[in-house]
């Protein structure tokens, strides 16, 4: 699976998604600073899912109707980066099918998938 990693996630997620073989463009190698519009962009260019810590996200999918590939957002606050890593994983494992083209929230305790896409 091909994801875009926010600038604001650990860096042991993104090596942990690329080290389950997924292809990850990581904003804070790339372009760190730029607009979640540009983030966005570049996840619809590439046709990635996006993964953030970022409500604003769901700003920009629900209240301003941009189109977007997927977006994982993740509540995780308070947890190790390892584990963060470890409970992504799970969720895309169990979840890959469903991941994309919907607005899917990963927390420690459940899975919420909405679409986003009317």
Do not use: C
């Amino acid at each position: 699976m091909k994801f875009v990693a926010d600038e604001n996630l650990d860096r042991q997620v993104v090596e942990r998604l690329r080290g389950d073989g997924h292809v990850v463009w990581y904003v804070a190698e790339m372009a760190p600073g730029v607009s979640d519009q540009d983030v966005l962009n570049l996840a619809n260019h590439e046709q990635a899912v996006l993964v953030t810590a970022d409500k604003d996200f769901g700003e920009l999918v629900f209240r301003q109707h941009l189109l977007s590939p997927g977006v994982i957002l993740l509540r995780l606050t308070g947890l190790l980066p390892t584990v963060k890593a470890e409970v992504l994983a799970r969720a895309i494992t169990g979840h890959m099918k469903e991941m994309a083209g919907n607005f899917v929230v990963v927390s420690h305790r459940a899975i919420r998938i909405r679409q986003s896409r009317t």
